[in-house]
């Protein structure tokens, strides 16, 4: 059953001081009302219009995640978790040979004339996908609109071949009170509290092999003078990244004043699944 309203109240102290992820410990009723309700917020938010939509994290993906892979390894399969279009495969789409995508609200036939499969995820967020299928997994900004991620980060290590990588970023701060509205996001989404991100990886079985926080939270405001994505931008993503991780800032994840939301909203990862790939 859905958590009661007395027992939520009694527990939102823990969640906003980051000691427990809100949502992970659901039970299956909650857990399904959660993604149906969340299943088509992204389209909602401005993504529904394929012509006019503008991904704005290039630079970024490039510099915190594909910058880390080996260098000019070609992956065989690839899985984009919440790709939406797509989009965030361009930049190595010359070095992958086949594409699958996991979007419950998006479908195309072609990413740059390269064939691409869509599938729904399934019962509680599962993947539909056999163990070992994939060698190189991305994941951004996607598990903080779902309720169990430690499930979700299980299945992202089953469905991984050993050896491969899982490409994540993810906000580690709030986002705001999710018990009341909030403009721009969605009515569910959260952020996860490093700490907990970290131990959820390690206990599924992942080696980290890079850990930087970004999206410094002033940032943003460079948009004003470039009139472009700022993440779109390289020397905004190093100048991102230089701040980002001074050890200035604390890693608290509720803000509870203006001053408390001066620092970085986000920490991307490079992961990998333990193991030698076996040959096909």
């Known amino acids: 059953m859905r958590m009661d309203a007395f027992t939520e109240e009694l527990n939102i102290d823990r969640y906003l001081a980051g000691l427990q992820l809100y949502g992970d410990d659901f039970g299956a009723e909650e857990v399904r009302r959660w993604l149906k309700e969340e299943e088509n917020g992204y389209r909602e938010l401005g ?35 919440g790709a939406a279009y797509g989009h965030e495969l361009l930049p190595i789409l010359h070095l992958i040979d086949k594409v699958t995508i996991v979007d419950p609200g998006f479908h195309i036939n072609k990413i740059r004339g390269m064939p691409v499969s869509y599938l729904k995820p399934g019962e509680l967020g599962s993947l539909p996908c056999n163990d070992n299928t994939f060698d190189l997994i991305t994941s951004f900004s996607v598990l903080h609109h779902l ?11 089953r469905c991984l071949r050993p050896g491969g990588f899982l490409l994540l970023r993810e906000p580690i701060i709030s986002m705001g009170d999710w018990r009341y509205p909030r403009r721009g996001i969605t009515s569910h989404e959260r952020g996860i509290p490093i700490g907990i991100f970290r131990r959820i990886l390690t206990e599924c079985g992942f080696t980290i092999v890079r850990e930087r926080k970004c999206t410094f939270s002033l940032m943003s405001r460079l948009r004003w003078i470039l009139r472009r994505p700022v993440y779109n931008v390289r020397w905004c993503v190093a100048l991102d990244d230089w701040i980002s991780n001074l050890s200035v800032w604390s890693d608290r994840y509720h803000p509870r004043h203006v001053w408390h939301k001066v620092r970085p909203w986000s920490v991307a990862y490079i992961l990998q699944k333990p193991g030698s790939e076996p040959l096909d």
């Open 47 to 81: 993504a529904a219009d394929q012509e006019r939509y503008i991904y704005s994290y290039h630079a970024l993906n490039a510099y915190q995640s594909f910058a880390g892979l080996p260098h000019a390894r070609r992956f065989t399969h690839v899985l984009g978790m």
């Open 147 to 157: 309720p169990n991620v430690s499930f979700q980060v299980r299945e992202l290590f």
